[in-house]
């Protein structure tokens, strides 16, 4: 969802958060379909990051025809390919250092920007649209040699039944395991009416035949076999790490503790390049 609906608390009262509580109850009350349309472009509009980025030497652009609109991908290297998927206002340019690393050893890296993100065509972007177009550049395909994912685009990865992904190894950076209750909570949190929030996922839903309350990465990744590395830093504000420790308990889960490297900067980390070291030499 939009970082707009992020706020700071001030002091013990959060005056804000009430306001908008108020505000967007009443708007909902007065003139119902636009304020459903307001909430739509609120909760479901993602920062395009408009800062550039180097990219790597050899990189190949190629769009992708999808019932999303076009999807970018971004394939560096030969080899068997390792598909990677960005988070939440993120883009493929943040797996830049990774994708070189997979290509230095021997593997094709393939990135792709979601839907309303990077270079993707799209106005709104959520979790069945990202799941949407996973499957859809996959189609694209022969085969995989294994899935990368940071944030959100944990969900995505955990959340697909594409049969390319079974049993192949998951690469997982500061996920999001606990996807409903994390986002449940920042709604909360923001004051936000919950009533035209449950509107506008109950739309989601309807179109998508993906309903809220089946998506579960954690319990995904607890019924999956697949050899599985977490990489994910202790002071996450963003994504639990408490709910990546529970899922190391799993025997085909192992996780790679980080420190003081966030929700971001962990995407550029020696540890990162470890995990996925350890997945290749295990496939």
Not at 59 to 71: A, D, M, N, W, Y
Not at 102 to 109: K, P, Q
Not at 135 to 164: F, T, W, Y
Request: charged share 20%; hydrophobic share 40%; net charge neutral.
């Amino acid at each position: 969802m939009s970082s707009k609906i992020y706020f700071k608390k001030q002091g013990g009262v959060n005056v804000r958060r009430k306001l908008i509580n108020v505000a967007s109850r009443i708007h909902h009350k007065l003139a119902p379909n636009h304020a459903k349309a307001f909430a739509k472009k609120l909760l479901l509009t993602p920062v395009r990051p408009k800062r550039q980025v180097e990219e790597p030497a050899g990189l190949k652009r190629e769009p992708v025809l999808t019932s999303e609109g076009q999807i970018m991908t971004y394939r560096l290297g030969s080899g068997p390919t390792w598909v990677l998927g960005h988070g939440w206002s993120g883009s493929s340019s943040q797996f830049f250092p990774l994708m070189e690393h997979i290509a230095n050893a021997g593997y094709t890296a393939l990135a792709f920007d979601n839907p309303a993100h990077g270079e993707s065509e799209g106005r709104f972007g959520h979790l069945p649209a990202f799941v949407s177009a996973l499957d859809q550049v996959l189609e694209k395909e022969p085969a995989i040699e294994g899935v990368i994912a940071h944030s959100m685009g944990g969900a995505m990865v955990l959340e697909s039944r594409n049969p390319c992904l079974q049993n192949k190894p998951v690469l997982l950076v500061a996920p999001v395991l606990d996807y409903v209750d994390n986002l449940v909570t920042t709604v909360e949190s923001s004051g936000f009416s919950m009533k035209l929030f449950q509107e506008v996922i109950d739309e989601i839903a309807d179109s998508y035949q993906y309903s809220l309350d089946s998506i579960d990465p954690l319990k995904r990744l607890t019924s999956g076999h697949a050899k599985t590395v977490i990489v994910h830093d202790r002071g996450d504000r963003f994504a639990s790490f408490a709910t990546s420790e529970q899922a190391s308990e799993m025997p085909h889960v192992t996780l790679i503790a980080t420190e003081g490297l966030g929700h971001g900067r962990i995407l550029k980390s020696e540890q990162l390049r470890q995990g996925f070291d350890l997945l290749k030499e295990a496939s």
